[in-house]
């Protein structure tokens, strides 16, 4: 029993210390964290499209840049590549994007049905679930 009090004393004098420098460890890590959370969880970024093969009538790439208002890349989105033309009457083309990592989403299996002037959009559902989606106009995709 003589032992047992300086001993129950030295350990309440050994776990505060070391909670509080846990507590030191721990508040920097979760704050990195906190930040690294805010970027990929961007609920508004920059979408840029780009048609990267030849603009003519068949198989096309379409590449799709998203990045947050920060300026950093963002993964793990949905990407959608639309492909309407300005006239009436003809089915969209729709192609998935595949991600690539880096900010950048490529269809694969996207192609143009017809010459002439084409709107692609772009529609990005975030992986905060918000959605956007930018256009570009495609002038002049040539027949073939
Ligand atoms: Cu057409």
């Known amino acids: ?36 959370g805010a970027a990929a969880n961007a609920s508004s970024a920059s979408i840029q499209i780009e048609v990267v093969s030849e603009k003519e009538v068949g198989p096309a790439t379409i590449e799709v840049a998203l990045r947050s208002a920060q300026g950093s890349p963002v993964d793990g989105a949905r990407v959608s590549v639309r492909g309407d033309m300005n006239h009436a ?25 017809m010459g002439g002037d084409w709107i692609i959009t772009a529609e990005v559902t975030l992986p905060d679930g918000k959605k956007l989606e930018h256009t570009i106009d495609v002038s002049s995709v040539r027949s073939r």
Request: net charge positive; proline share 7%.
């Open 1 to 36: 029993m003589l032992s047992h009090k300086p001993f129950c004393r030295l350990g309440s004098r050994t776990i505060l210390p070391t909670m509080a420098v846990l507590l030191i460890a721990v508040v920097p890590l979760l704050g990195q964290v906190g930040c690294r």
């Open 89 to 113: 009457g003809m089915k969209p083309v729709i192609s998935e994007a595949r991600d690539l990592g880096g900010g950048l989403y490529r269809t694969e299996d996207f192609r143009f049905t």
